[in-house]
């Protein structure tokens, strides 16, 4: 039986190839000493996770807009020296997370961006970064809401790490890895072959035959 609840339609976009305003939009960012208010919700998480790094000093691991966690937890067992940190900022979706038996991760509820920020603010650096199906933002107007058309873009390379970004929506991930490129950052972009899923999303996406996109890349 074919249950539409758990299919997924393919991403839909009026802007039919790379944003032609990409490359403007981040020059512009890098070139800008961007800062914003910290929102509180994400100090008060920022203050749990800084503590825990200073009682542990683990590397540490950023799954950003982490979603129910699912993939934060599964991410923790694939890194255990490490600290994982899954953000995300619906506290709905935090909600439903469903722990796993590690000791080594914790979920926050807090805009990505703010503590992508604090974090340099304080000087540490992470060993990996995962950006796992965060909203594509596929209206060309929206280019400013994608992770690589936002002014925190910067923040993100200078947390360094191993980035990896996934996508069901081809086009989001070259132009992510566009961005990367013509930050002075070259990774590489393949299809994902089929396994077993990282985050609530992928399941779907898996489900409903979707082909799914990954960028890769080394900071510095």
């Given at each position: 039986m074919n249950d539409e609840k758990n299919q997924s339609r393919e991403v839909s976009s009026n802007q039919p190839g790379l944003h032609p305003r990409l490359l403007e939009v981040v020059t512009r960012h890098l070139e800008s000493d961007f800062r914003r208010p910290v929102a509180e919700h994400s100090h008060n998480?920022?203050?749990?996770?800084?503590?825990r790094l200073r009682h542990e000093q683990r590397p540490l691991v950023l799954d950003s807009f982490c979603g129910t966690g699912m993939s934060t937890a599964l991410l923790a067992r694939k890194?255990?020296?490490?600290?994982?940190?899954?953000?995300?900022?619906?506290?709905?979706?935090?909600?439903?997370h469903v722990p796993l038996a590690t000791d080594n991760y914790l979920l926050l509820r807090a805009q990505a961006e703010d503590i992508w920020q604090l974090l340099l603010q304080d000087g540490y650096r992470l060993a990996h970064h995962y950006l796992l199906y965060p909203n594509p933002w596929p209206k060309s107007k929206h280019l400013q809401r994608r992770i690589h058309g936002h002014p925190?873009?910067?923040?993100?390379?200078?947390?360094?790490?191993?980035?990896?970004?996934?996508?069901?929506w081809q086009l989001y991930v070259?132009?992510?890895?566009?961005?990367m490129h013509h930050a002075g950052r070259r990774g590489c972009i393949s299809l994902i072959a089929k396994a077993a899923p990282l985050t609530l999303f992928e399941e779907k996406y898996q489900r409903s035959g979707h082909s799914l996109w990954q960028f890769r890349c080394d900071l510095p």
């Open positions: 998480a920022y203050t749990v996770l800084r503590d890194h255990p020296d490490c600290l994982v940190a899954g953000i995300d900022q619906s506290e709905h979706r935090l909600d439903k925190g873009f910067a923040w993100l390379l200078a947390l360094g790490g191993g980035v990896e970004l996934r996508s069901n070259e132009e992510f890895g566009l961005a």
